[in-house]
């Protein structure tokens, strides 16, 4: 069975830091690209990080440039997110997604059509 759990959302005050965690299971992790999506209360889903099947290529909306790092490692079925300089804007139910590709390319306009359940992030200002 294909699926794919977040972990480590949380309330957190403005400039704090968290580390989301995308435990996969049920296919190949390394032949998919991974992505991190949100969706704040009362708006529509949006792309946050991307990045592709080796690790090697990563993309970031301009919104978490700078604070945000996405990165994986294949050996544990494993994606991160690691949250820096958190803004009350950044407050969302955070999805992890996956989308089977034969390129080793970040991208945020995939199908990632393999999501998972998501885990609240709440920034306190």
């Known amino acids: 069975q294909v699926q794919l759990v977040e972990s480590g959302g949380g309330l957190v005050q403005t400039g704090g830091s968290l580390r989301l965690s995308c435990a996969a299971s049920?296919?190949?992790?390394?032949?998919?690209?991974m992505a991190w999506f949100r969706q704040a209360p009362g708006k529509e889903r949006e792309f946050a990080a991307a990045?592709?099947?080796?690790?090697?290529?990563?993309k970031y909306a301009d919104s978490v440039k700078g604070r945000f790092t996405i990165s994986r490692d294949n050996a544990k079925n494993t994606v991160y997110l690691q949250m820096n300089a958190l803004k009350p804007e950044d407050t969302a139910v955070y999805y992890c997604?996956?989308?089977?590709?034969?390129?080793?390319?970040?991208?945020?306009?995939?199908?990632?059509?393999?999501r998972g359940q998501g885990t609240q992030v709440t920034v306190s200002s």
């Open positions: 997604a996956a989308e089977y590709v034969n390129y080793d390319i970040a991208t945020a306009r995939g199908n990632y059509d393999v």
């Open positions: 049920g296919f190949v992790f390394g032949t998919y690209a």
């Open positions: 990045i592709s099947r080796s690790g090697r290529d990563t």
